[in-house]
């Protein structure tokens, strides 16, 4: 098990990644077209399979 402060830990790096990406993607192409690809590209990892570790 992640100690109690891994998991926020990694939330805020990503999100300090995520964000400038974001901001840039979305001066360029549109708020709605991000958001759009957020979307499906959160729906298609939702239906991918999660692979079993045999645990």
């Known amino acids: 098990m992640l100690c109690p402060g891994v998991l926020p830990a990694l939330y805020d790096?990503?999100?300090v990644?995520?964000?400038?990406v974001c901001r840039t993607?979305?001066?360029r192409v549109g708020a709605r077209a991000v958001l759009l690809g957020g979307l499906v590209a959160l729906s298609?990892?939702?239906c991918c399979p999660q692979r079993d570790t045999g645990r």
């Open 25 to 27: 993607s979305a001066d």
């Open 13 to 15: 790096g990503a999100e």
């Open 44 to 46: 298609a990892a939702s």
């Open 17 to 20: 990644v995520r964000k400038p």
